[in-house]
């Protein structure tokens, strides 16, 4: 069966960097791009970008864009999210998720969330 | 950008009510549109996909309608396992943009 799961929780202070992992499994790892989504306290879903793992390409979110890079290991079938340059404004459980296409392109499958707290 | 809107942002209604929930896009995106249920501390799941295309394995009491810039989730008849957020998502750039979200809530 397909899974999604993510590294643990994350404490970190502002300025630091953070990398959150999405282990994938039950499907071609390289056939499916996989985007991160994250939601702030209060607020609502924001997509942060996708990534091919079959290339290794990316695209970001123009908000988002010179502060993270997603990165894979096809070995481990594993995604990557590293963030840097964290303040407050970040903390927020971040998700990956998987894009399939039918009707509409569309997130079939999600990790369980990884919670990253900055706080100083 | 495409700006999405929700609306209510919330709402209170009863088991077995009919509850609707309107996005509205800022331009028109070919039906390119998605919905979203979310539950608190977990991942959120899809409902609708293409406007109107059910998911497999969900209850048929969902439904989406809507094209161009206009869109609606209706749940026929509440159920106790339907309290949650609910977030449109437009698949028709490459922003994959959500809703502000529309939390549903016990009246």
């Known amino acids: 069966q397909v899974q999604l799961v993510q590294s643990g929780a994350e404490l970190k202070k502002p300025g630091a960097s953070v990398r959150v992992s999405c282990k994938t499994s039950?499907?071609?790892?390289?056939?499916?791009?996989i985007y991160w989504v994250r939601r702030a306290p209060g607020q609502g879903l924001e997509c942060m970008g996708w990534i091919n793992p079959n290339s290794g390409g990316a695209s970001y979110a123009q908000s988002f864009q010179g502060r993270i890079t997603m990165a894979r290991d096809t070995a481990k079938t594993t995604v990557y999210l590293d963030m840097r340059d964290l303040t407050s404004d970040d903390t927020a459980v971040y998700f990956c998720?998987?894009?399939?296409?039918?009707?509409?392109?569309?997130?079939?499958?999600w990790g369980q969330g990884t919670q990253v707290t900055v706080s100083s | 950008d495409i700006q999405m809107t929700q609306s209510p942002s919330s709402l209170s209604a009863s088991v077995g009510d009919r509850v609707t929930i309107t996005c509205r896009t800022s331009q028109s995106i070919s039906s390119y549109l998605n919905w979203y249920q979310q539950k608190p501390g977990k991942a959120p799941e899809i409902l609708i996909l293409g406007a109107t295309t059910l998911q497999s394995g969900v209850p048929s009491r969902f439904s989406g309608s809507g094209s161009g810039t206009d869109y609606t989730l209706t749940i026929s008849s509440l159920q106790p396992d339907d309290y949650a957020t609910y977030f449109c998502q437009e698949t028709y750039t490459t922003l994959f943009t959500f809703g502000p979200g529309t939390k549903v809530e016990v009246k």
């Open positions: 039950g499907y071609t790892f390289t056939g499916y791009k």
């Open positions: 998720a998987r894009a399939l296409y039918a009707a509409s392109e569309y997130f079939d499958y």
